[in-house]
């Protein structure tokens, strides 16, 4: 094993709250951090309180956060050992990570070729079959023929998803045979442009279900989990809330999930942190693997809260090359908490997204209140980016405990200038059916066409 | 540098025994209020006043144009970004458009954000100059935080000037294209 390095400075190529969060872990550590920055983000708030910026490019994604040459250019410039890509952009780009290998620098994150197996969606699914973890009935196809043997086998409603896709983007359900071939067709049209590789695979669509994960942190030759999460609230595949540990779960079957993750990450020789997805159907006692995300999770906060970890400072420990530090008897999971996503999005106008700017920003504080944000008064959100304004994560002894607590918080919570989610999260977490626990993915979907929490009625 | 939630926690700790109802911590670098409501929980607003460090970018691709060209790394985008149709009209941004035209209709942008004028990168535009379209035609897309609008024409005729390029962003009401309407 190659000795560890100790990592002196760190580009941050990430904006918003994830910036931020990750510029809190390197000043703990004693780590310079350098946030890459479009032009839209030069005077950011994340800009601030980094140690320095360095200029990515213009405000467009495509020329600045995804541009891969400017990233390591950036990195190289400001003579950092590593790049730490946060989640979303570049995060999970094999690209990244070789040209981060090819310059001499630490790519925060697993090796490329880990990327590239989870990357492919159908390959991510091989490994999990190889793994021994049950997968949803489905397979490959490359025509219309092949797509209609296939559903007739595999049972309807069938969902088609491209192999590129991930994340809830190029999903698909087709719900009865005369769908089917103009569902294929315009997904296989569409995978190429989208995601520049056209393949496409079916599988069963599974509904109800619960959309359970589990955190996986690895060395590259040990690996561990810190639980699992529940983000069964979403919105078009997009999660809204999520929760640890995932209420309301026979014992057996949250045990057998965990092991399942466990293998998964074992088969690939994970390094890093990563997140393996599940959906379950927990009347049946039966779960599938969905896919794995192999980057720090915009949820990853919920399992700090409950694990007293610190997931980024865990996850440089690793790409320094250090073993883990912990076994999973060290890993003791205490209390629950639930993180709501707090977005510039009007829930009255069908989520219509709300940018512009924000002239007041309040959070609550308080025992068991954590605001991860990158908002103060004058903030802006620039319609190019994504719609995540704060999350606010409560945390308590038990989950009754939290819900009371987090409907006080989001009374506290007040952000001008801009339409936001926060009416929808009051309303949902005083949702006696969301107070039970152990909703599933169709839920949001129910509970916002009866009217509840914040669209207008 | 500000403080942690940690630190927050720790100063409200001791706020807690005291009879004070509000604390403002105003520093060079931030102003932190912490603010007790009549439940008697906390509320905090931070305010980072600190200025950016900026070190010197890189070259070459800390020059905006050589990146905006996106001669760098277009091919490397996925689908994380629209649809890349070539060649848009040339001239006429939109602070030269006049914002009404004699006989001619405006489509605006329903919400700011980027203005794409086919659905998928190597597709054929939705409409060019000389197409005919009714109301409900999709005449292009406006994304805004990731999400895809379609803009309709609302209007029946003839478009008879494009006038924001693809991939090009767009305020919101700016006028995206203009149509002659049948009479």
Redesign the interface.
């Known amino acids: 094993m190659t000795p560890a390095t100790r990592l002196r400075r760190v580009l941050v190529a990430n904006r918003g709250e994830i910036a931020v969060r990750i510029i809190r872990s390197l000043r703990a550590l004693g780590i310079e951090a350098v946030l890459a920055v479009s032009d839209a983000d030069a005077d950011a708030l994340p800009a601030r309180l980094a140690d320095a910026t360095i200029r990515l490019g213009p405000a467009p994604p495509a020329a600045s956060y995804l541009d891969v040459s400017a990233v390591v250019r950036a990195a190289l410039a400001a003579r950092a050992g590593a790049v730490h890509p946060g989640y979303g952009f570049l995060s999970e780009s094999p690209r990244l990570a070789r040209a981060c290998d090819a310059a001499g620098l630490i790519f925060i994150g697993p090796t490329a070729g880990q990327l590239d197996a989870v990357g492919d969606k159908l390959a991510a699914r091989g490994h999990a079959i190889a793994a021994g973890l049950p997968v949803v009935p489905g397979g490959a196809v490359s025509d219309v023929a092949q797509a209609a043997e296939l559903a007739g086998r595999i049972g309807w409603p069938v969902l088609v998803k491209a192999v590129g896709g991930g994340g809830g983007r190029g999903l698909r359900p087709v719900r009865e045979p005369a769908e089917l071939g103009p569902a294929v067709e315009r997904a296989i049209a569409e995978a190429g442009a989208a995601f520049g590789d056209p393949r496409v695979y079916l599988e069963r669509y599974v509904q109800p279900g619960r959309h359970i994960e589990v955190q996986l942190l690895g060395d590259g030759k040990r690996v561990i989990h810190l639980g699992d999460r529940d983000c069964s609230v979403q919105r078009r595949y997009q999660k809204l809330l999520e929760e640890a540990p995932a209420p309301r779960l026979d014992a057996g079957l949250r045990d057998q999930i965990r092991r399942a993750g466990v293998a998964f990450g074992e088969h690939l020789g994970y390094r890093g942190l990563g997140t393996v997805e599940f959906l379950a159907d927990p009347g049946r006692g039966e779960f599938w693997f969905l896919e794995m995300n192999a980057r720090i999770q915009v949820e990853h906060p919920v399992t700090e809260a409950i694990s007293g970890l610190d997931l980024v400072a865990e996850q440089i420990a690793v790409a320094e090359g250090r073993q883990l530090r912990l076994a999973q008897d060290d890993v003791v999971l205490a209390g629950h908490a639930i993180e709501c996503r707090i977005n510039a999005e009007d829930p009255a106008e069908g989520f219509r997204p709300s940018p512009g700017t924000v002239t007041r920003a309040v959070f609550p504080a308080g025992p068991g209140i954590r605001v991860d944000t990158h908002l103060q008064a004058g903030s802006a959100v620039p319609p190019g980016y994504d719609s995540l304004l704060a999350k606010l994560i409560v945390s308590g002894h038990d989950r009754d405990e939290v819900i009371e607590r987090l409907c006080g918080a989001l009374r506290r919570c007040e952000i001008a200038g801009v339409a936001t989610t926060i009416g929808l999260h009051a309303g949902l977490v005083a949702d006696p059916e969301f107070g039970r626990g152990g909703v599933d993915t169709g839920y949001l979907a129910r509970f916002t066409e009866r009217g509840g929490g914040g669209s207008r009625g | ?2 403080l ?2 940690d630190d ?2 720790d100063i ?1 700790r001791l706020l807690d025994d005291l009879p004070f109802g509000e604390m403002r911590l105003q520093t060079s670098r931030f102003t932190l209020v ?2 007790r ?1 009549r ?1 008697g ?22 020059d ?1 144009r050589a ?2 060209d ?1 001669s ?3 091919s ?6 629209g ?1 890349d149709v070539g060649g848009g009209p040339e001239g006429g941004g939109p602070e030269a458009v006049p914002a009404a035209q004699d006989g001619l209709v405006a489509v605006r942008a329903p ?4 203005f794409y004028r086919a659905p ?4 054929p535009p939705f409409v060019e100059v000389g197409s005919q379209v009714e109301p409900d035609t999709v005449v292009g897309i406006v994304e ?4 895809m609008n379609s803009v309709s024409a609302q209007a029946t005729g003839t478009v008879t000037q494009i006038v924001v390029t693809n ?1 090009e ?1 767009a305020q919101r009401d700016a006028v995206l294209m203009w149509i002659r309407e049948d009479r």
């Open positions: 540098m500000d942690t939630s927050v926690q409200l912490l603010h409501g439940d929980d906390w509320t905090q607003e931070m305010q980072v006043s600190s200025e950016p460090a900026v070190l010197p970018a890189a070259s070459p691709g800390g905006a990146a905006a996106g760098a790394g277009a490397e985008v996925g689908g994380a970004v649809p919400l700011p954000g980027t998928q990168p190597g597709a805004t935080m990731k999400l991939a962003p």
